[in-house]
């Protein structure tokens, strides 16, 4: 009996060898394997600075040819500046092929299937390993599912798309991306009353209200319901473009950028994720290399001006006037960041020859932008609360209904004239335009509510 348990346990460490040598082997054929070709580049027509960063990643690549990190780098490089986009989605297969753990590496390789091709139907398989991967990351990802959930609704599988959108709304219940998404599986379904309701809690996002404003004005019409529809579809004509969804995937990469115009895409990312420290140290490092580019003063003026910093941000828009004069932005965001430095100093109890001068010019500023387009209900708007706070109340009055007049689509535009009529007492036709202000807000913006609470508590 000893001899054969012996016996046997001898042939038990014989198969655990054989085991242990056939995954070695296995292990070494795919180690051994050949990497895909490296791609080749012809630079002497790109930016220098774009030419430089992708000899160096090329570089990275060849000495480490099985890198998954050095080959997403290459693709993220050139996706990030714009440039040799077949090379990149070769560089995130090879990178998927390396690590397919990783979600980014399908991902990418997936939205040039379906953005420079569209190829949809082939995009699906790798968005499914996405999501895959990106399930077991910590924290999970929900920007695949997402793109999924797109990608299955354009070709025409509903009930897939409708899942994941849900799945993502169950983790994620403030989701835009995903609730702007149900709307559209309600539209499809014929669900109008539904879709109608979904859409309109996406008008106060940046990211959502134009895409949300035309796909209203079209359920409006199903309804049956011609005027509104011709509201949201003159909104969806005076809004501007919506900024892009937030991708964390994206905001990797987008910091590889090398030209100016490459650039502003994360500055405009930064700022949707509310991260203006960030997007300012960013732009200041644009206008040092830059000075004479009205656009970085412009856009450093307007964040400096949300954050309150009205020293700074009246350095860079006086500079941006001297630059382009033919410009209306400078001239009305000048006007802006002079209303608020009045209303700030007014606040705090400070000099009232500071405050008047400030709101004449921001008046002055405001005017002239107006010369320059009469129908700009912004200029309209700061004009209007310019005016007020200088004690002409009327002739603010008039160009705070002017502001909502020319942009309807702008919350704040009907805020300041419902809180304006609010004040004179007109409740009526205050009510009807902060009921539109909320209707327009983001979500963390309870102004309009708070005013219409007050006037609730008025009328008790």
Not at 63 to 92: E, I, T
Not at 190 to 202: H, K, L, T, Y
Request: include cysteine; charged fraction near 25%; hydrophobic fraction near 45%.
């Amino acid at each position: 009996m000893d001899v054969i348990v012996t016996l046997l346990e001898g042939k038990r460490w014989v198969f655990a060898l054989v085991v242990i040598v056939l995954l070695a082997g296995v292990g070494l054929y795919l180690w051994q394997r050949p990497v895909a070709d490296i791609p080749e580049f012809p630079l002497d027509r790109q930016d220098p600075a774009v030419a430089k960063a992708i000899q160096e990643a090329r570089d990275a690549v060849v000495k480490s040819p099985r890198s998954a990190d050095a080959w997403g780098q290459l693709g993220s490089l050139l996706l990030a500046n714009q440039v040799f986009a077949d090379a990149a989605y070769a560089c995130f297969l090879e990178a998927e092929r390396l690590d397919p753990k990783n979600p980014r590496w399908p991902y990418f390789a997936a939205g040039y299937l379906v953005v420079n091709y569209g190829r949809p139907a082939e995009a699906v398989p790798l968005l499914e390993r996405s999501v895959t991967a990106a399930e077991a990351t910590n924290p999970p990802h929900n920007t695949p599912r997402l793109f999924l959930a797109e990608t299955l609704l354009t070709l025409g599988r509903v009930d897939e798309a409708d899942r994941h959108f849900q799945t993502v709304r169950e983790t994620d219940r403030n989701n835009v991306r995903a609730l702007f998404g149900l709307g559209r599986v309600a539209v499809v379904r014929g669900r109008w009353d539904e879709s109608r309701a979904v859409f309109e809690r996406c008008l106060g996002d940046p990211r959502a209200r134009k895409r949300a404003s035309i796909q209203l004005a079209a359920v409006c019409e199903h309804l049956g319901n011609k005027p509104a529809a011709d509201v949201h579809s003159q909104n969806a004509e005076r809004l501007p473009k919506d900024a892009d969804w937030f991708d964390p995937f994206v905001r990797e990469y987008l910091p590889l950028a090398k030209r100016n115009r490459d650039k502003y895409r994360i500055i405009d990312h930064l700022e949707a994720e509310g991260k203006f420290a960030d997007a300012i140290e960013r732009l200041a490092l644009m206008a040092n290399e830059n000075p004479d580019d009205d656009s970085v003063h412009i856009a450093m003026g307007n964040l400096l001006g949300k954050v309150g910093r009205w020293t700074e941000a009246e350095v860079h828009l006086r500079l941006a006037r001297k630059l382009a004069p033919q410009k209306i932005q400078p001239h009305y965001l000048l006007a802006a960041v002079l209303l608020g430095r009045a209303e700030s100093i007014h606040a705090a109890k400070g000099d009232e020859a500071r405050v008047n001068a400030a709101l004449a010019e921001s008046v002055d500023l405001a005017q002239h932008a107006l010369k320059l387009r009469s129908d700009y209900g912004l200029a309209h708007m700061i004009l209007g609360r310019a005016l007020r706070q200088f004690g002409q109340r009327e002739a603010g009055l008039k160009a705070l209904r002017e502001a909502a007049h020319c942009s309807p689509q702008y919350s704040e535009n009907h805020l300041f004239l419902g809180q304006a009529l609010a004040e004179d007492g007109n409740n009526a036709e205050a009510r009807v335009h902060l009921q539109r202000a909320l209707l327009f807000s983001a979500p963390d913006d309870t102004r309009a509510k708070d005013a219409l609470d007050k006037l609730d508590a008025k009328g008790k």
